[in-house]
């Protein structure tokens, strides 16, 4: 469908992409990773046209459509959610305006042997076939039901787009692109302002989806669910992975491995030709060896070394102090703001040792209960006790409005820093994603994604007994969130997190909070047994609003007709299908056999090679059977499984 043929895109003397090629087939849900700055984005706004590559080609279907999220969007003002949303459709109603006039003209006309006439009769069977092939609901309940599975309530349709916040806004784009029936989505970051349970639904809406997908994400459970292939941006070069992430993290690991080892052979290479060299550089006998090796070195490819010193990094918060046996308790409160109340009726309780997550649709008063257990806000009604000697640590949303902008970043860390730890604050500073000159930069200018992982360091060097932690990942890559998680899961004190991460909760946290329409539910266990639990209340739900449908269109003890004929021709149908099946398995088991023969000899190659070896292009020969061997591996295990 999309085909990204040698492209080069380089700024000055900066080469962000060197001659990159891949190709997105009609229905590829495809995972774009790689370190910020990689090219990602940039790799998404070529596709689009917005952006021209240096050099290079990329090639897309005539009339293809494009839903592109960017990460940063402007929003439309003046109209209501569902009259924004309902733009999208303005084709539709032309359409129809169009047909409304052609009838009318017909109508008046009697030429009807006229070229005229006939034109015009063949322009409304065109539109009223393109009417029809839209089909199925009505634009307003594909938009209603869109919104719906966004976390809008009915309610919202009608207030005006203005009236939400920015992460509302990008559901209300992030719906007119999929109402807007697109061949590919491009999708760049697109949870970030989702909670779980639009994350949930925007999942199964992927995985439904009969277009492509290229989806750059951070949230390693929503790729492994919706993605089936991995491509990853590295060093400017495209490294294609047939897998979902987490197995695309496994193939990366070996396939790292394989390129370590192969340039500390060409290193060991260089160093012996370049001590010839400076040997007999000034012998005549040897001089026409030493020109040889001079040119062999200049002409050779280089084997470059990704900067893996972050994902090694372990992080540890300082010891927390003993507090009391109760961290928090709050007895029937009811919390809000003048004229809005958020929840009511909630009994919250968090013991020492606690490490609790508060989940919920946005606006559900999350964050407003993180304020009360901080003491910015008081309840409405209820009462609040926090325990015996607690020390809280509390990371808001907002960290621009805490960090002093006139401060450098490693300064903001130096400042709090205490002890030992003083000495690996540019680690530190590396796991959130800060590398050379960014230390030195003034926070006042950092974005606001910077400013957060830097807030997110320093809370780490204070030593608190209780964290507060609102949205601690949205900014963050998966490997600082892995330090981040590792840092809290080995934390003795009492965790409180708001986020809206499954994977990053996922093993982490034992209690669940959730909030939902005006109340606060305690959900024992961990966040994936919370989702489990959820999903099936709503199937129960769904199933009660389905029954009285259902009955009214059973038929019950109607007579089956034609059952041997039919079960024949199921079994006869079954016995095809298996029959392909094997002979499929087979066809793999003979391929897998015959590539690892292959495998072997390059190992031999690699184990020794000879100066003549191009150890780059035999090492990406070996990963490229190794992922063909792991892809048909996987398959063949899938065949054998369905045909047992």
């Known amino acids: 469908m999309i085909s990204v043929s040698d492209v080069t895109v380089a700024f000055g003397g900066f080469t962000l992409l060197d001659g990159v090629s891949f190709h997105i087939g009609d229905s590829d849900k495809i995972g774009l990773v790689g370190k910020n700055g990689a090219g990602k984005s940039t790799l998404m706004r070529l596709i689009t046209g917005e952006m021209n590559p240096t050099s290079g080609r990329i090639e897309k279907p005539s009339g293809i459509r494009i839903g592109y999220l960017p990460q940063l969007m402007s929003h439309n003002k003046g109209r209501s959610v569902l009259d924004e949303v309902m733009t999208v459709f303005d084709h539709l109603h032309r359409r129809q305006d169009e047909m409304d006039r052609i009838s009318t003209t017909l109508a008046e006309r009697t030429d009807y042997e006229s070229a005229e006439y006939n034109s015009m009769i063949e322009r409304l069977e065109e539109l009223s076939t393109a009417m029809s092939l839209e089909g199925g609901e009505s634009p307003s309940a594909r938009a209603r039901r869109t919104l719906a599975g966004l976390g809008f309530k009915p309610d919202e349709l009608s207030r005006s787009t203005e009236t939400f916040s920015q992460g509302w806004n990008m559901r209300i784009e992030l719906a007119k692109i999929l109402l807007s029936d697109p061949d590919v989505l491009l999708l760049d970051e697109p949870t970030n302002h989702l909670d779980i349970e639009s994350i949930e639904w925007f999942e199964d809406y992927l995985k439904n989806f009969r277009g492509s997908v290229l989806l750059v994400s951070h949230d390693r459970k929503f790729l492994d669910n919706v993605t089936h292939r991995t491509v990853e941006i590295l060093l400017g070069h495209i490294h294609d992975y047939k897998v979902p992430y987490s197995q695309y993290v496994e193939l990366r690991k070996e396939r790292m491995e394989q390129q370590k080892a192969a340039y500390a052979n060409q290193q060991r290479m260089i160093e012996k030709t370049e001590d010839f060299i400076n040997r007999f550089r000034y012998k005549p006998t040897k001089s026409n060896q030493v020109q040889s090796r001079i040119k062999a070195l200049e002409k050779l490819e280089r084997i470059e070394m990704e900067d893996t ?44 040792g606690d490490k609790v997550a508060l989940v919920g649709r946005n606006g559900e008063g999350k964050t407003t209960l993180m304020r009360v257990i901080t003491g910015e806000l008081a309840p409405i009604s209820g009462e609040v006790r926090l325990g015996h000697n607690v020390n809280l640590g509390y990371y808001a949303q907002n960290q621009e409005d805490i960090l002093d902008g006139g401060e450098t970043v490693l300064g903001t860390l130096d400042r709090v820093a205490v002890g030992e730890i003083r000495t690996r604050l540019r680690d530190i500073l590396g796991a959130f994603l800060f590398k050379g000159d960014d230390i030195d930069k003034k926070v006042a200018v950092l974005s606001g994604g910077e400013r957060a992982r830097l807030g997110m360091a320093r809370l780490m060097l204070s030593s608190h007994n209780v964290l507060a932690l609102d949205e601690p990942t949205n900014h963050m890559d998966i490997r600082s969130k892995d330090v981040l998680k590792g840092a809290l899961s080995s934390f003795d004190g009492t965790l409180i997190v708001v986020s809206h991460d499954r994977d990053f909760l996922d093993g982490l946290v034992d209690k669940v909070y959730e909030f939902r329409d005006g109340r606060v539910t305690e959900h024992l266990g961990g966040v994936s047994e919370f989702l489990s639990r959820r999903r099936l209340e709503s199937l129960r739900e769904l199933e009660r609003q389905s029954a009285p449908e259902a009955a009214a269109y059973s038929a019950p003890d109607a007579p089956r007709k034609n059952s041997s004929r039919t079960d024949y021709e199921s079994q006869k149908n079954e016995a095809r299908q298996k029959g392909r099946l094997r002979r499929r398995a087979d066809f793999l088991e003979k391929e897998i056999d015959k590539l690892e023969k292959e495998m072997a000899m390059l190992e031999k190659i690699l184990s020794n090679p000879k100066e003549s070896d191009d150890i780059m292009e035999l090492t990406r020969s070996y990963l490229e059977l190794k992922i063909k061997i792991d892809s048909f591996t996987d398959e063949w295990g899938s065949l054998i499984e369905e045909l047992e």
Do not use: W
């Open 309 to 352: 010193d972050s994902s090694t990094l372990a992080l540890r918060f300082p010891p927390a102090s003993r507090t009391g046996d109760v961290v928090f308790k709050g007895t029937d409160l009811t919390v809000g703001y003048p004229g809005k109340v958020v929840f009511s009726g909630a009994d919250v309780e968090i013991r020492r």
